[in-house]
């Protein structure tokens, strides 16, 4: 235990990491965990509110992602991976926490209308599936997170907890939990390579952290940006320029390609491929470093790790509890 500032970031298991959850919030968890206590949230839990019938998935995208964020460079020694079904307290702190939030304010949580609508679930979702936003906000309140790095679609969740941890505050007059503040990352939302809709795997449209060389340029050959000729003027900031300001390493060389781009005669494909060079540039000792990391050693690491989790979620529960006049031994 310190003093120190905390995090708690995460990501429900529905597979790989990709560079979506690169630049909206796995670089900030690396930058921030030398100075922060930090937290990261495997919601293997959460993945069940619509892959209920997959649980044999569900197991191996969570040592997957564990795999993506030690190859990026999280190192285990100073962040705590919490995968989420192996800490009680985050389950009853739920339950608790949902006492406080009406249940029509968690169906204006714009995140989760927004999943309704993306995942085509109309009215057949499970119960458990709004309940899951109740559960976010015991996933951060169960660290006494002081900082969310999260994506900025990830936004309402933050704030539904800042409202769940002033009011809790409010009605058992206890300060059990700081109020978050969340932490977006560098760009807010990174298109897929449909051009379109957020990168995700459920698109079919992502580039993953562990894709090969010759994935990352067929991937971004496919790049959608409408443009009909390499004669025509070009619009500076569409999707291509999205990523080429997020991943080529040079702002000049940027804003040199922009202006061609923009004058017309330059055609999309050769800038394609040097960004695709750079993100190969950027991913490839990520490759190298996932392979040192076998599914004996992640499940080990989960286990040291749990140990850590459950002390502090469990002294967060204990508090509670107190607070709500509900510890009777």
Known sequence: MTTRPRILTGDTPTGRLHLGHYVGSLENRIRLQRDHDCYILIANVHAFTTRAQQPEDVRRDTIEIVRDQLAAGVDPSLATFVVQSEIPAIAELTFLLAMLIPFSRVMRNPTLKAEITSKQLGDHY?????LYAVGQCADILAFRADLVPVGEDQAAHVEMT????????????????????????????????????????????????????????????????????????????????????????????VEELAA?????????????????????ALVAPMRERRARFTDDAVLDLLREHARRANAVAGETLARVKDAMHLTFA
Request: proline share 8%.
């Open 260 to 280: 061609g781009y923009a004058r017309g005669g330059m055609g999309d494909a050769p800038i394609k491929r040097e960004v695709a060079d750079a993100i190969d």
């Open 162 to 253: 800042r409202e769940v941890a002033r009011r809790f505050a409010q009605v058992y007059g206890a300060e059990v939990f700081p109020v978050p503040e969340p932490l977006f990352g560098r760009v807010a939302r990174l298109p897929g390579i449909d051009g379109v809709e957020k990168m995700s795997k459920s698109r079919g449209n992502a580039i993953y952290l562990s894709d090969s060389t010759d994935e990352i340029r067929r991937k971004m050959a496919r790049l959608y940006t409408g443009r009909q000729s390499a004669d025509e003027p070009g619009d500076p900031d569409n999707v291509l320029f999205q990523y080429a300001r997020a991943f080529l390493p040079d702002p000049a060389r």
């Open 126 to 130: 499970s119960f458990g599936f709004p």
